[in-house]
């Protein structure tokens, strides 16, 4: 099979690959019969539906492949590329901010988004089910053998219905050798036969569409997409001179990220304001983003403000979750403004935005401008959970663990906490930890236990390195060691404050001095390794 060829583009671009528009009316995007793909080893694990989002499946193969695709419409009248271009940029924002939350800092993104080629998949007829796509690499940190995980997003349209989908895989140490392209040639073959599959199994003769292409534009974007500026430059230029809002927003892109050009913030402000005023909704979100940041104009956060809400008054995603994200904390010159962050949270989260479904959740628990709704949190973060968003999944382990929204259930809090550990979450690994000791919605098994709370520990989380220490003093999972249970009861409270000093204490009446000298090496060796292979 041939190689995926792959292009490094600028994580701040959301690109845009033509002028196509498809109508979207009289189709029920739930109404579909998922294809099997047991030959990859992926089975099936939910489907749900929702009036808005459609139906979205989950496939998965043991802890380290996840496949899920949503079939949607929004509602919307017609989907055209600017709609496609904004599912695939909050996806991809989706995933950015992922990693800038707290829970996901033990993997760290490396390099930029690169843009997937679509030769293969147009050349099998399929480039309107896959319209374009990226994917992101992120590296474990603090590792000795760090874990490797790759995410894939595609997005197209059959003309009714937008097509997304999403993969995540871990890629373990001994098979990191092997370069992207391998894991990108498996997953355009998965991607293939999904769609062959979906296309035998559901009807779907009926949905046909009109595409209209502008010729020069098009040649434009496809020469950004092989990395050939300088022609994109010269078919998007004539057309921005005259006028057209995509070109505009295009030679932007070019000058704001300095490709094929010198980089150039000012000439990039000039073009991107010229779209913006036109309507266009890209070019407002990213005008929106250099005032924030000053890049080519002074920092002026009420003008960022401006253009965020007229992008997300057309539907941007991006915009939307933005706006929420400022009037909920009261940044860029606005004054905190939880009801206006509410409305617009909730605009993004009925698109499908996993962030702003995760920030609903946390408002609706907090009471922030409503009345406290544990039930109403449950529904937006199941839905965040549900798109892979780990802090999500972490809320719900706990919703379900205390019977918040919820009736108590043990065994779902197991089933989310798991989830969530899987992604490397150090809360949920702790919980889950506690939840394998007691045996609460799982057989009790002290070794499994041990080795959640270890993968925490290991992170640096203190209740984690706590109750590891409990587990040696007693020797439960493991065999009991006192020089092992004083060292992480020792690591655990650095500052001489908690529980951790204290059954330190207690354990070393049980000690020898050379015991207590030994436990203490430990310690500072190990703080010193950031807690990896202790």
């Not at 059959?158 to 997953?187: A, M």
């Not at 039930?375 to 663990?401: D, S």
């Not at 506690?434 to 041990?450: F, H, I, L, N, S």
Request: one cysteine or more.
């Amino acid at each position: 099979m041939k190689k995926l060829l792959i292009l490094l583009f600028s994580i701040s671009f959301l690109f845009l690959s033509g002028t196509n528009a498809w109508a979207a009316q009289g189709v029920d995007c739930r109404n579909i019969e998922p294809p099997n793909l047991s030959e990859y080893g992926l089975i099936k694990k939910t489907d749900y539906e929702e009036e808005r989002l459609g139906k979205s499946l989950m496939y998965q193969r043991g802890q380290s492949d996840v496949l899920t695709y949503y079939s949607y419409d929004n509602g919307y009248d017609f989907i055209d590329q600017e709609v496609l271009d904004y599912i695939l940029a909050g996806a991809f924002q989706d995933i950015v901010q992922r990693y800038d939350m707290t829970r996901e800092e033990n993997y760290e993104l490396q390099d930029d988004a690169q843009h997937l080629h679509m030769e293969n998949f147009n050349k099998l007829g399929m480039q309107k089910f896959i319209n374009q796509g990226l994917f992101m690499t992120s590296i474990e940190k603090n590792s000795s053998e760090p874990i490797k995980k790759m995410e894939v997003i595609t997005v197209g349209t059959d003309g009714y219905c937008i097509h997304k989908f999403r993969w995540t895989v871990f890629i373990y140490p001994e098979i990191q050798s092997l370069p992207n392209n391998k894991f990108l040639e498996y997953f355009e073959s998965l991607l293939i036969d999904f769609y062959r599959g979906f296309i035998a199994i559901n009807d779907i003769s009926s949905r046909t569409s009109n595409v209209v292409w502008s010729a020069d534009f098009q040649r434009g974007s496809e020469a950004a997409q092989r990395g050939d500026f300088a022609t994109a430059l010269r078919e998007w230029k004539p057309l921005a001179e005259q006028g057209d809002s995509k070109a505009q927003f295009g030679l932007g892109f070019l000058y704001r990220n300095g490709h094929g050009v010198i980089q150039d913030y000012k000439t990039a402000v000039k073009w991107y304001t010229l779209s913006a005023e036109q309507g266009y909704g890209s070019a407002q979100f990213n005008l929106g983003i250099m005032y924030a940041k000053g890049e080519g104009v002074p920092e002026d956060g009420k003008t960022a403000v401006k253009w965020y809400t007229l992008a997300a008054e057309q539907g941007f995603t991006n915009a939307q979750f933005t706006l929420g994200h400022i009037y909920r904390i009261g940044q860029q010159g606005v004054p905190q403004d939880y009801k206006t962050a509410l409305k617009w949270f909730t605009l993004a989260a009925e698109q499908g935005d996993s962030n702003a479904q995760f920030n609903l959740g946390q408002m609706y628990e907090k009471g922030e401008s409503i009345s406290q709704d544990y039930k109403t949190a449950v529904k937006w973060y199941t839905l965040a959970a549900e798109q892979g968003f780990t802090n999500a999944q972490f809320n719900l382990g706990v919703f379900y663990a205390n019977g918040l929204g919820v009736p108590q259930d043990y065994k779902t809090a197991v089933k989310w906490f798991t989830l969530a550990a899987e992604q490397g979450d150090a809360g949920a690994q702790t919980n889950l930890g506690g939840m394998y000791r007691t045996g609460e919605g799982v057989p009790q098994d002290y070794k499994t236990a041990v080795k959640w709370y270890t993968l925490a520990a290991e992170q640096g989380d203190d209740i984690a390195q706590v109750n590891l220490g409990v587990m040696y003093a007693i020797g439960i999972g493991v065999i009991q060691d006192s020089i092992y249970a004083y060292m992480w009861f020792h690591i655990s409270d650095p500052n001489e404050e908690g529980n951790g000093s204290q059954a330190r204490d207690r354990m070393a009446q049980e000690m020898t001095a050379a015991e207590i000298a030994t436990a203490q090496k430990l310690a500072r060796e190990c703080v010193a390794k950031n807690y990896k292979d202790c």
